[in-house]
């Protein structure tokens, strides 16, 4: 279940990163953040409801367990009462067989004590009483053993389908773990070699990362990427092109250093997003890839990887994120 978790984590900040953040007509970006907060409301509810299984599964454990032992003390009970019927039945049969003895001597001699007689056959109906009523009490006893054994029946098996869910939803999040690793190594094969010139491939929530410092790319306050940063982003197309099922978000990240008054660019926010278009077009006019799959987005310099306000760490912030993050379709399907 902390699979599930994970990947319903991975699911809908990926989602609130490509819509919230892109950069797109107005329309367009109300259309995104109105699927963004019915992807959020969805993701809450699927929590809430993984939840709800893992304390209905729970709860259905210690109820069968109670069951059980409730149905091996009716069946003890129903042994105990089916002896206790059979010696009943013995003492009325012997009982009958007395009074027949009596009534034959009372005959023969026509003599005998009439209180004697009655006494007996007081017993005998008593004895015949109560047999009757401890075989009510079997016939009553043996119905709620039924009904407990089909109840446990199926609690048992709501539960066996449950579980069967949870290992289908493990498998999924495996499968998709695993296609990621797989894609971070392609990567990592394919720019061999510019990790030491401010590249950095990593695994985050379940997406890969391709981090290119603002050195690899771009010269301070420009949106023209430099030669270096283009090759290597033709690198990257050539991954991409080969795994269409892969979505792509290109963020832009800067310092926080303001611009300088009456340039181009006004400020951060232009200068992140117009950054992260400019790779979206050299990685599209670099290979045969589905401008579907690419979302632009400039954050400006509120997402910091390095919060220090110190040449080092702004350094660090100034830098472009390649986010790439397999389709889950196959999940949502199985969460539906």
């Not at 013995?90 to 034959?104: A, F, G, K, P």
């Not at 109560?130 to 009490?137: A, C, G, V, Y």
């Not at 048992?156 to 869910?165: G, H, I």
């Not at 997003?273 to 690419?294: C, D, F, G, M, Y």
């Given at each position: 279940?902390?699979?599930?978790?994970?990947?319903?984590?991975?699911?809908?900040?990926?989602?609130?990163?490509?819509?919230?953040?892109?950069?797109?007509?107005?329309?367009?970006?109300?259309e995104q953040k109105k699927k963004l907060e019915d992807f959020e409301k969805e993701n809450n509810e699927l929590?809430?409801?993984?939840?709800?299984?893992?304390?209905?599964?729970?709860?259905?454990?210690?109820?069968?367990?109670?069951?059980?032992?409730?149905?091996?003390?009716?069946?003890?009970?129903?042994?105990?009462?089916?002896?206790?019927?059979?010696?009943?039945?013995?003492?009325?049969?012997?009982?009958?067989?007395?009074?027949?003895?009596?009534?034959?001597?009372?005959?023969?001699?026509?003599?005998?004590?009439?209180?004697?007689?009655?006494?007996?056959?007081?017993?005998?109906?008593?004895?015949?009483?109560?047999?009757?009523?401890?075989?009510?009490?079997?016939?009553?006893?043996?119905?709620?053993?039924?009904?407990?054994?089909?109840?446990?029946?199926?609690?048992?098996?709501?539960?066996?389908?449950?579980?069967?869910?949870?290992?289908?939803?493990?498998?999924?999040?495996s499968r998709q773990d695993s296609a990621v690793r797989d894609?971070?190594?392609?990567?990592?094969?394919?720019?061999?070699?510019?990790?030491?010139?401010?590249?950095?491939?990593?695994?985050?929530?379940?997406?890969?990362?391709?981090?290119?410092?603002?050195?690899?790319?771009?010269?301070?306050?420009?949106?023209?990427?430099?030669?270096?940063?283009?090759?290597?982003?033709?690198?990257?197309?050539?991954?991409?092109?080969?795994?269409?099922?892969?979505?792509?978000?290109?963020?832009?990240?800067?310092?926080?250093?303001?611009?300088?008054?009456?340039?181009?660019?006004?400020?951060?926010?232009?200068?992140?997003?117009?950054?992260?278009?400019?790779?979206?077009?050299?990685?599209?006019?670099?290979?045969?890839?589905?401008?579907?799959?690419?979302?632009?987005?400039?954050?400006?310099?509120?997402?910091?990887?390095?919060?220090?306000?110190?040449?080092?760490?702004?350094?660090?912030?100034?830098?472009?994120?390649?986010?790439?993050?397999?389709?889950?379709?196959?999940?949502?399907?199985?969460?539906?």
């Amino acid at each position: 279940m902390k699979k599930l978790l994970k990947i319903l984590y991975i699911v809908y900040f990926a989602l609130f990163v490509v819509m919230f953040e892109s950069c797109v007509p107005l329309s367009k970006f109300n259309e995104q953040k109105k699927k963004l907060e019915d992807f959020e409301k969805e993701n809450n509810e699927l929590n809430l409801t993984n939840q709800q299984l893992q304390l209905d599964n729970t709860e259905m454990s210690a109820r069968i367990d109670v069951l059980q032992k409730e149905l091996a003390a009716l069946r003890a009970d129903s042994a105990r009462h089916a002896k206790e019927i059979a010696e009943l039945k013995i003492n009325s049969r012997q009982l009958e067989n007395s009074l027949h003895d009596m009534t034959v001597a009372a005959d023969a001699l026509k003599r005998g004590s009439q209180r004697e007689i009655s006494e007996l056959m007081s017993k005998l109906e008593a004895s015949r009483s109560d047999l009757q009523k401890r075989e009510n009490e079997m016939f009553k006893l043996s119905n709620q053993i039924t009904e407990k054994q089909l109840n446990l029946l199926k609690m048992e098996q709501e539960l066996e389908s449950r579980n069967k869910r949870l290992v289908e939803l493990e498998k999924i999040v495996s499968r998709q773990d695993s296609a990621v690793r797989d894609l971070r190594n392609k990567v990592s094969a394919a720019l061999v070699g510019l990790e030491n010139d401010g590249l950095t491939v990593s695994i985050r929530h379940g997406k890969v990362y391709v981090s290119l410092e603002e050195q690899l790319l771009f010269k301070s306050g420009s949106i023209v990427v430099d030669p270096a940063g283009v090759n290597a982003l033709r690198r990257l197309a050539v991954i991409l092109e080969q795994n269409p099922d892969i979505s792509i978000t290109i963020e832009g990240h800067t310092d926080n250093v303001p611009l300088i008054a009456g340039s181009a660019i006004p400020d951060n926010w232009d200068l992140s997003v117009r950054r992260a278009t400019s790779i979206v077009r050299i990685l599209l006019s670099s290979a045969k890839i589905s401008p579907e799959r690419l979302t632009a987005a400039g954050r400006g310099e509120f997402v910091p990887v390095d919060p220090a306000n110190t040449p080092t760490a702004r350094q660090k912030n100034r830098r472009t994120e390649i986010i790439l993050m397999p389709k889950l379709d196959e999940l949502f399907q199985m969460l539906e």
